[in-house]
Nanobody
């Protein structure tokens, strides 16, 4: 019923910036928490940042001070602004959303972020 589509990934040099977007489409009652996860080569998927419907945020220590999560409820879209990118930020970034009173979980297909030295 709900599709999450990530965009904005790509190849950047260390120190550069990218902004990821995740747009939700389809039928839904409401979107509650949304978040960004990433999976680096040879690593487990990890939480990068999350945001509630009211704008409260949590950011992983590894990206604190460099990444910012935000959302536009009218557009059903969540963003991840990534600054001062490092090679260790290279990963596939996945969008996650919890929808409706049951908090049903949806995942996007991921977008590749590659940071070169």
């Amino acid at each position: 019923q709900v599709e999450l589509v990530e965009s904005g990934g790509g190849l950047v040099q260390a120190g550069g910036s990218l902004r990821l977007s995740c747009a939700a489409s389809g039928s839904m009652f409401s979107i509650n928490d949304m978040g960004w996860y990433r999976q680096a080569p040879g690593k487990q998927r990890e939480l990068v940042a999350r945001i509630t419907r009211f704008g409260s945020t949590n950011v992983a220590d590894s990206v604190k001070g460099r990444f910012t999560i935000s959302r536009d409820n009218a557009k059903n879209t969540v963003y991840l602004q990534m600054n001062s990118l490092k090679s260790e930020d290279t990963a596939v970034y996945y969008c996650k959303a919890e929808v409706g009173v049951t908090q049903y979980v949806y995942w996007g297909q991921g977008t590749q972020v590659t940071v070169s030295s």
